[in-house]
Each structure stands twice: as C-alpha cells, then as structure tokens.
C-alpha cells in the first residue's frame, strides 16, 4: 500500500510540474499542426521524449550528485528555488519566460523542454530518487508520461470544451502546487544541512 502512495505522491507532483494542461496553447499553434500526419508526428515523438529523457535524469540523478560532491540537502534547496522562480514565474506571466518562442524544432522546444521536460521536472526526478527507490520513480514517471499524452492527444477537444479561461485557471492553480512543493523543499533541505 505504502508503494501505491508513494506512486499516487510523485505522479500527483511530477503532472503538476510537467502541466501538460497549461502546453496546450503552445502545442495547438505549433505550425503546420492542423493537419493530421503533423499531429500524428509530434505525438509520438512526445510520447517517446517526456518518458526516456525523465528516466534518464532520474536514474543518473545520484551519480551526477556524487560526482559534484553536492549533497541531498543542497540539492533539495537548490531545487526547491528553482522550482519556487518556475512556480512564480508561471503565475504571473503563464508560461516560463525562459521558454523559446522562435525554435528550428518546434516539437522539441519549446513543447517538450522546456514546457513538458524542463527545469522544475528534470529537478523533481532527480529529487524523487533520493527519496523513493527507482521502480516507484519510473512507475510515476510512466504514469505521467501517458496522462500527458492523453492529453495532448484529446488537446484541441480540452481547449473546446473547458474555454481558454477555464484553461488559464487550471494553469494557475497547478502553478501554486509547485510553489507550495518547492517551499517545503526548501525549508526541509535548510533543516537537514543545519543538522549536518
């Protein structure tokens, strides 16, 4: 049951930074995206990036720790900030500022990093592994793989259906998770390195 949890937490965590709801604007005017072999074409190669890059942070996540000599408290600060400025900065402006907006892959940036895999994702998989064991972690990174390909694939039917305010709403809503996520992390990680 614990694993289960464990699974239902990280997945919970990892859609709400992924927000694959709040790439829809960005995906419904990627060019060329009306016509069906486009569409076809970038969602698979979402449905292959958003998991293998994940994973692939996930599982060198320690090494790369151990190999910056950077601890877990450090890195649970460090994270959290950066998870703080991202959760900000999408309540104020919708969408990171740092994302491109004139790309020669359109599918790659700024849909899938960094607005499916950016920053905040890539810190919260890596954070994921110092916390739970890798099967769980890759169990939820599945999980969220597929809920964003879900929706992604229904986008234009979500966009129709709930209105672009509903859509901003639900952006900025998932937004104060991140914010809320990335205080406690900071102040866990202060309290870990002052026990150190």
Known sequence: MSIAIDVLIMTTQLIAIVDPVGALPIM???????????????LKIIAIAVPTLLMIFAVAGPYILR???????????AGGIVLL??????????APRTMGLSPEDF???????PMLVGPGAITSVMLFTTYYGAPEVIISILITSLITYLIIRFSFSIIRFIGSN???????????????WAVSLIIEGIKEALLI
Request: charged share 20%; net charge positive; no cysteine.
């Open 85 to 94: 400025v991202i959760g900000i900065d999408t309540l104020r402006e919708g």
């Open 107 to 113: 599918i790659f940036t700024p849909i899938i990093t």
């Open 166 to 180: 509903m859509l901003r709403f639900i952006g900025r809503f998932m937004s104060l998770i991140i914010v809320a």
């Open 28 to 42: 419904i005017s990627m060019p060329g995206i009306e016509k069906p072999e486009v569409f076809r074409k970038a």
């Open 67 to 77: 190999a910056f000599n950077i601890s877990i408290a450090d890195f649970r600060i």
